[in-house]
């Protein structure tokens, strides 16, 4: 695949040991990126550059209007030298999906898939050595021109970039249960993998972090009373021996990490629950002695267990 793409080398690689086994989430980026255009209705041929600062346009759609997007995965080492990307085509359908809500083009298969195996083997050399971490896998996408009119843009450039990462959580990970503002409603566009969610969501964290806890536990947008999902990562808990975790239905992301455990559990025959949970369920299970643990599930996050969780004015640990 490698010779089909392009390749522009770097003449002067940053990588050393330090770097690749022991920079923290997302800090370090690694020799070379992917990059492919889409303008006059067609994508054009994916390209493989050195990693570095693009151009912008000084009225970028994308700062107006949020036309942006992003995907996460992980490849990891192979004994032998290789590599091994995880579910590289899962992410590939999940990014063509946020592209068809959020009204942009979808990516071709041999760009997104075909063009990270070409990165990663150019980069192999990035992928960290230690263990629990990864090359994680940023694909991006957003409109290049400049635009004031609110409409979708119809030019937009995509990049793959790689960043040697260990996992975004150190150890357990405490979580306010939101009151003040939600993440998403029917309709919207929770399900979708677009920078807004996030932009929307950094307030909540902050005010969280001021309180002591590293995220939030998001709840519905019109009860809040059900649990959704945590800042960055689905969520799952263990209670009275199943595991059991908010079912996807438009407002929550539909994590891979999330589909990948849960397919597991199940080839294990073991018992899960995909349904509406309540945080009095949480708080009552683990008043009666039936919540035997959670966790959060995601790319970054892989599956970090959650510590403290605090509701109004009651707090359990977990
Ligand atoms: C991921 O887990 O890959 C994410 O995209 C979450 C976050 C770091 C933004």
Not at 4 to 22: F, G, H, M, Q
Not at 124 to 146: C, F, H, Q
Request: hydrophobic share 40%; aromatic share 8%; glycine share 10%.
């Amino acid at each position: 695949m490698l010779a089909t793409i392009p390749v522009t080398k770097t003449n002067a690689s940053r990588v050393t040991p330090e770097l690749r086994d022991n920079s923290p989430f997302g800090a370090v980026f690694s020799d070379h990126m992917l990059v492919a255009d889409f303008a006059n209705g067609k994508w054009g041929e994916p390209r493989i550059v050195p990693y570095g600062s693009q151009p912008m346009a000084a009225a970028p759609a994308v700062a107006h209007y949020g036309q942006g997007i992003f995907e996460g995965f992980k490849a990891f080492p192979r004994p032998n030298g290789g590599a091994v990307l995880f579910r590289p085509t899962a992410n590939h359908a999940r990014m063509n999906n946020t592209c068809k809500r959020m009204a942009m083009p979808e990516i071709p298969e041999s760009t997104f898939v075909g063009g990270t195996h070409a990165l990663v083997q150019l980069d192999r050399g990035w992928i960290p050595e230690k263990e629990n971490s990864a090359l994680y896998i940023r694909p991006v996408m957003s409109p290049t021109g400049d635009q004031l009119g609110v409409r979708p843009s119809e030019t937009f450039r995509f990049i793959i970039e790689t960043c040697p990462s260990a996992p975004y959580f150190s150890g357990s990970v405490d979580l306010l249960a939101e009151e003040t503002y939600v993440r998403a409603f029917p309709g919207a566009t929770g399900a979708a993998k677009c920078g807004g969610n996030y932009a929307g969501s950094m307030l909540a964290a902050l005010e969280a972090q001021k309180q002591g806890f590293h995220n939030v536990l998001w709840l519905d947008g019109i009860e809040r009373r059900y649990v959704e999902e945590a800042g960055l990562m689905n969520v799952a808990f263990v209670i009275g021996g199943a595991v059991v975790t908010p079912p996807l239905g438009g407002t929550i992301l539909p994590g891979i990490t999330r589909d990948s455990a849960l397919t597991l559990l199940r080839d294990l025959e073991l018992p899960v629950e995909e349904r509406r949970i309540t945080i009095d369920e949480v708080f009552e299970a683990h008043a009666t002695g039936t919540l035997q643990g959670a966790a959060g599930t995601g790319t970054a996050a892989v599956i970090a267990p959650l510590g403290r969780l605090r509701h109004k004015d009651r707090e359990i640990t977990i």
